[in-house]
């Protein structure tokens, strides 16, 4: 009887154990599959993240500036933040030495080095923007007959300057009768845009 016994207790114990075994793995399903949805969920979220990203990197799939105008491609806002504070630095060093505008003068020399010939200056706009916290400040200049080089070369030196931005660009070739010398690059009474930006003083 005692030996029953015994074979009992052993198969007892067995089963208690293969009972303890069945609640553990039971334990570890749950939490494997809980921490694996969690991660799933993540794994969604960086997706989107990294698609959202793309999107911002290479404009892909968005319109070309957003509803305020400002540009949706992280590296065309990069030029535009660059550009405003280099014209921002570049105009308080201006005002500084007593200057605050944009130059006939100066202008007028930048077409002198590149054998340009300034035609006309208009009158100096202001264009404040409050929404957006800067003011624009624009003038059109209009040159005599040249050639595509030389406006190109013009506008790359009003560029170099740090504080002048081309905004706006005008330009039409000769008739054929009248641009005969290759490379028929001719340009009839040019037109460009200059300005720059300065941040308004925001009431408080």
Excluded at 8 to 21: A, T
Excluded at 38 to 51: H, M, P, R, V, W
Aim: glycine residues 8%; charged residues 30%; proline residues 4%.
């Amino acid at each position: 009887m005692a030996k029953k016994k015994k074979k009992k207790d052993d198969f007892g114990q067995k089963s208690d154990h293969l009972k303890y075994y069945c609640i553990v793995f039971g334990i570890l399903v749950v939490v494997i599959a809980f921490v694996a949805f969690q991660q799933k969920g993540q794994l969604d979220e960086y997706k989107k993240a990294n698609a959202f990203a793309e999107k911002l990197l290479t404009g892909k799939g968005l319109p070309a500036t957003t509803s305020e105008g400002r540009p949706n491609k992280m590296g065309d806002l990069a030029v535009e933040v660059e550009k405003f504070v280099q014209g921002f630095k570049k105009s308080v060093g201006d005002q500084a030495s007593g200057g605050d505008g944009i130059s006939v003068s100066k202008m007028e020399l930048a077409a002198t080095a590149v054998n340009m010939k300034q035609r006309g200056a208009g009158p100096e706009n202001d264009d404040p923007n409050r929404g957006k916290g800067f003011r624009t400040r624009y003038r059109e200049f209009t040159y005599e007959e040249c050639t595509l080089e030389q406006l190109t070369k013009l506008i790359w030196n009003i560029e170099s300057w740090g504080r002048y931005r081309v905004f706006e660009l005008r330009w039409k070739l000769l008739d054929r009768k009248q641009n005969v010398e290759p490379p028929h690059n001719r340009l009839r009474k040019p037109v460009i845009k200059v300005g720059f930006r300065q941040p308004l003083t925001r009431d408080r």
